[in-house]
């Protein structure tokens, strides 16, 4: 089955300075990539996606890239503000998992104000 | 996306009890899922509720203890049965498309704590 590996666990970072998490899987046959924001005492929020048609998304300072070769695909947020302060996780589909998404296992972001 | 709802959002139970937890959607959807999120850990899928049909069931996971209801394409129950300490979860349910290519929307989730 899928294996989705989420890199670092912990991540602190100044307010204001770059942040980026980068999620592995192994199924090449794997075509669409969720990143999910959760914060405390709440469900996860879909906060921007990615198909394997594409090398990268962005969505005001939320960006997403994607390498197909490597099977690996990273999130990015800049300007980071308090609010971003939670935990992401990444996940990959595959048609192979019909319809079932793989979860990594999260990623907790500090924002230092 | 879709608005989605449970109730209740928190609980505490006794040991050998059961609880049932209900997923409401105000759009009709094609797929249905539910999740256990234990402390600190990542999502683990425990079924795919399908409407009008049993639920299918993850490795690790069996009906007897988390019987699933899909009645129509916007509402959905998963109960616990016979809980232990180890249920202590947050169990979350989630939305999806046959033709979303993978998206899904979960709910708010329900925190659940067994004594």
């Known amino acids: 089955g899928e294996n989705v590996e989420q890199h670092p666990s912990t991540l602190s970072v100044q307010e204001g300075d770059s942040a980026v998490i980068k999620c592995t899987y192994s199924d090449s046959a794997s075509n669409y990539f969720p990143w999910y924001k959760q914060e405390l005492g709440k469900g996860p929020q879909l906060i921007i996606d990615i198909r394997s048609n594409v090398g990268e998304k962005k969505d005001q300072r939320i960006a997403v890239t994607l390498n197909k070769t490597a099977k690996h695909f990273s999130l990015h947020i800049t300007e980071t503000q308090p609010e971003d302060s939670a935990v992401y996780f990444c996940a990959a589909h595959s048609p192979r998992r019909n319809n079932r998404l793989a979860f990594g296992k999260g990623n907790q972001v500090v924002v230092i104000p | ?115």
């Open chain 2, 1 to 115: 996306s879709a608005v989605i709802s449970q109730k209740p959002s928190r609980d505490i139970c006794q040991r050998g009890t059961s609880l049932t937890i209900q997923c409401q959607v105000d759009s009709q959807v094609t797929m249905m899922f539910w999740y256990r999120q234990q402390p600190g850990q990542s999502l683990t899928l425990i079924a795919t509720a399908n409407q009008g049909s049993e639920a299918t069931y993850e490795s690790g996971f069996v009906i007897d203890k988390f019987p699933i209801s899909r009645p129509n394409l916007t509402f959905s129950t998963l109960t616990v049965s016979n809980m232990s300490p180890e249920d202590s979860s947050i169990y979350l349910c989630s939305v999806g498309g046959t033709g979303t290519g993978g998206t899904q929307y979960f709910g708010p989730g329900t925190r659940l704590l067994v004594l």
